[in-house]
Every structure is written in C-alpha cells, then in structure tokens.
C-alpha cells in the first residue's frame, strides 16, 4: 500500500452510492477519475490502493515535474477559501501577480532568493506583499500535501518581507466634531448607517448585510450574522465577528425611525436595501462611498473611506478610558495583538458602559438628531 501511495499523485475515495472504489488523480489542470472496484471484489482502502499501483495513470509523465501553473489549478479545487470574498483577493493575487511571473516555472525549482527579489518589486503595499508571500507559501505547503514535492524545509519560510508591518497611509479617526459635521450632510439612509458603524464598530460589509429581523426590539438588541461583498452575501470575517450587540435608547429610536420611513420594511428586507435594486439587494459599496466622498466634501473634513468609522469607534474606545482587553472584544478581534499588543481581563458591565460613552459621543449636538431625506 505504502508503496501505490508513494508513486502515484491522487487519493482513493469509496462511493457510498454506487458502492465502488474510485481513485482520483489530476491530469495538469484536469481532474480524472478511474473505477477500481467494488466493495466485494476490494474489501479494504489498502487493497484499493494496491490496484492503484497496478494502474498506469496519476503518475508523473515527464520527469519535468509540476509547474506552478498546474499546482494553483488543483489548489483552486481542492483548498481555496470557501468565503467569497477571500477567494476573490486569493484570485486576484495568483492572476495580476504569481502567475504572471511564476506560472511555467516547476514548482521544485521555487527558491527564496529570485521570490524575494521579486516580492520586494511588486508595486504593491508592504501588506499586500506579504498576502502574496504568504500565498506561496502556501501553495508550496500545498504541493507538499499533494505529494507534488518531497516533505522538507518551505523554502518560502526564508522569504523575508522587509517593512511589512509598515503602514502606507495613517488610519483615519474622525473626532466627535467632524463625525457631527459629516452626519449634518449625509443623506438618509446613509446618515443611519454611519451612527450604526460608529456606535458598534461595524464593518461597511455587516452594517449593509443587515436585515430587520437581525433586530430585538423589545429587549434592544441588534445581531450580526453576515456581510456582504461584491453584492454577494457571505459568513462573517472571523467566528468573532458574529456577535449580539446592545443596542441605547438613542439608537434604537434611529432604526425604528428608519423602519417607518423604510419603503422594504418586512422582516426579511435589508435595513439599507437599494431602490435601484427595488430591495432585493441593499446599497452597493460604490455607493457608499460616493455618498461618503460627496457628504465630505460638504463637511470640509478631507476624504474619508467607509472603514474609517471603525477607526474612529476605536478611537473613542479610548478617549472614553475602555481598557484594552474590553477594546479587543468590542472590536471583535480574534487576536488582542490586532487591537493592541496587551492582554487583561474582560469584564462585560465594562462593555456595555463603553458602549453607552460611544453612542452619547456620537449623538450629542444638534448635528446627530438631524436627518436628511435622500434626494
């Protein structure tokens, strides 16, 4: 059995079903599959295997090997990210960048000192050069799975990515001023959503996945279950980001507003839904962001990106004295490192005082009571 294994590229997969052995194999980018037997005449997964061994297929034709090309392919089907929105970054680096550079290369003849000269050429930023590192690297931990390459040292792990926790530009942080500066213009309902960012710290891809029955409105609370990217609705960004959150009477009151105003109001409609989509989908990212941009402008307060409001409900975390432990689970971060690089204890009444502070930052002055019909 040992023996099959070692020389044949593939896996050994029973079907219920039918109640035969199959064995699976890829022909470059082709996936193939060849009928071994039955569960009578191969009783055992080694005895399918070693009717493996008796079979000409699934082996190495040349003795070139496997190029990178051919090594993405089966990554592509075998282990890309299910989340969409990862997958898309994931294709996006293989095709702007790795391919175009490493495709014909044989995946044996990877080595780190042509990749990291390469890497440090890409005109991308330090983070996204070390997306991209990280991704061959795992496609060579791939290759190894696979059986492509022998088991041994990646020679990725010797790729150093110089400046790589550099910033390219500085995160924005609105103070309570300028945040009540932009709402005065911001049009409906995009003045909501931006008091909803700000106060619970959402992402633009979970404050537009939103629907009205993620809302408890007799015990005020809102629950997170989902983005959306590309217009498309996914899981959350991490386990940690799907969380219930408490919502203040001053919140509440916005989105019960908002719900009478709401031309899609059933339970199952998107809180943000798109009138050009007639509410199948809700408002698009590029729409946000004119939005944004326009109310900006107006305000006189710079430019501005939808993430920006998470910055700042990190920002006022801090001026409004939370600790950095109830920081990190208010933000919803898997690791403390990503708030900041401090560990301590949690206590929940902690939470829930920090939040009520944030909220009353970004509903004092007549600026956040001020709603503008979208024209």
């Known amino acids: 059995m040992k023996r099959a294994q070692r020389h044949a590229v593939g896996s050994v997969r029973y079907d219920k079903r039918r109640g035969t052995w199959n064995y699976l194999w890829y022909d470059g980018p082709t996936r193939r599959s060849r009928r071994l037997g039955t569960k009578q005449e191969l009783p055992s997964k080694a005895a399918a295997w070693k009717e493996v061994g008796h079979l000409d297929v699934g082996r190495r034709k040349t003795p070139n090997g496997d190029t990178v090309r051919s090594v993405i392919a089966r990554y592509e089907a075998e282990r890309m990210p299910s989340r969409h929105s990862t997958a ?32 440090r050429e890409l005109p991308l930023s330090p983070k996204s050069k070390t997306h ?71 992402r633009i891809s979970e404050a537009l996945a939103l629907r009205w029955s993620d809302i408890d409105w007799l015990g005020s609370r809102l629950s997170v279950r989902r983005g959306i990217v590309n217009q498309r609705v996914d899981d959350v960004k991490t386990e940690e980001s799907a969380r219930t959150f408490n919502l203040t009477p001053e919140l509440l009151e916005r989105l019960k507003s908002s719900k009478q105003r709401a031309v899609f109001s059933e339970p199952e409609d998107w809180i943000f839904a798109s009138p050009i989509r007639l509410g199948r989908l809700p408002y698009s990212y590029t729409g ?19 993430h920006t409001f998470r910055h700042t409900y990190r920002s006022w975390l801090d001026a409004v004295g939370t600790t950095v432990a109830v920081q990190q689970k208010m933000m919803r971060h898997t690791d403390i490192r990503t708030t900041m690089n401090i560990y301590g204890d949690v206590v929940t009444d902690e939470m829930t005082t920090a939040g009520i502070k944030v909220s009353q930052l970004a509903f004092q002055g007549n600026g956040a009571q001020t709603e503008r019909m979208a024209s």
């Not at 290759?143 to 792990?157: C, E, F, K, T």
């Not at 300028?178 to 959402?202: K, N, Y």
């Not at 962001?289 to 939808?306: D, V, Y």
Request: charged share 20%.
């Open 288 to 306: 946000v962001c004119r939005e944004l941009e326009r109310a900006a402008e107006a305000a006189k307060i710079g430019h501005l990106g939808t």
């Open 132 to 202: 991209v590192r990280s991704l061959m690297h795992g496609l060579v931990e791939f290759a190894m799975w696979a059986g492509l390459l022998d088991i041994s040292r990646n020679p990725i792990s010797l790729v150093k990515n110089k400046g790589a926790m550099r910033k390219v530009r500085k995160a924005r942080s609105l103070t309570a001023e300028q945040f009540h500066a932009l709402l005065r213009e911001l049009h409906e309902p995009f003045a909501t959503m931006a008091l909803l960012s700000v106060c619970l710290g959402l």
């Open 88 to 119: 898309r970054v994931y294709r996006s680096f293989i095709n702007n960048h790795i391919l175009l550079t490493w495709g014909d290369t044989l995946i044996q003849d990877v080595q780190p000192r042509p990749v990291e000269l390469w890497l």
